[in-house]
């Protein structure tokens, strides 16, 4: 199974909760409005992970945050956040997402026809009709 195929379920059973972590997570409260408690979907240093349609699931790339490196939901949040410097909405932050995983699907595509054409070329099919009596190669 490739992580980008994981279920929410899956991906929580191996996500690691810190106490810096909003509750419910961990025991971090929010206070006043949510716009006053930004969570990793806004923060420049959240890495979406490439799941078709999804950005719910990612990884901090913020070396002074408690959850650098760790895989992380974007509503866990840190005290560490930065408000991503590329405006924009959910939505073109969905579209580059989908925009990602078609060009990785292209070079996937593209590789394994090559591959194949390749491998085809060390493999061409024998004939029978050798007057030797063994196999010749076409």
């Given amino acids: 199974m490739e992580l980008s195929d994981a279920s929410d379920e899956q991906l929580w059973q191996v996500c690691r909760r810190l106490p810096t972590d909003y509750a419910p997570y961990g025991e971090r409260k929010r206070e006043g409005k949510k716009q006053d408690n930004p969570d990793c979907a806004t923060c420049r240093w959240f ?17 002074q945050s408690p959850r650098a490196g760790l895989l992380t939901f974007w509503e866990q ?57 063994g196999m010749r190669q076409e």
């Fill in 77 to 133: 949040g840190c005290e560490q956040y930065e408000k991503e410097q590329e405006p924009g909405t959910e939505d073109m932050r969905r579209n580059r997402s989908e925009f990602k995983n078609r060009l990785e699907d292209i070079l996937r595509d593209t590789l394994h026809e090559f591959v194949d054409a390749e491998v085809g070329k060390v493999n061409r099919p024998f004939r029978a009709s050798d007057p030797r009596g």
């Fill in 47 to 63: 890495q979406p992970l490439l799941r078709p349609g999804q950005l719910d699931w990612g990884t901090c790339a913020n070396a």
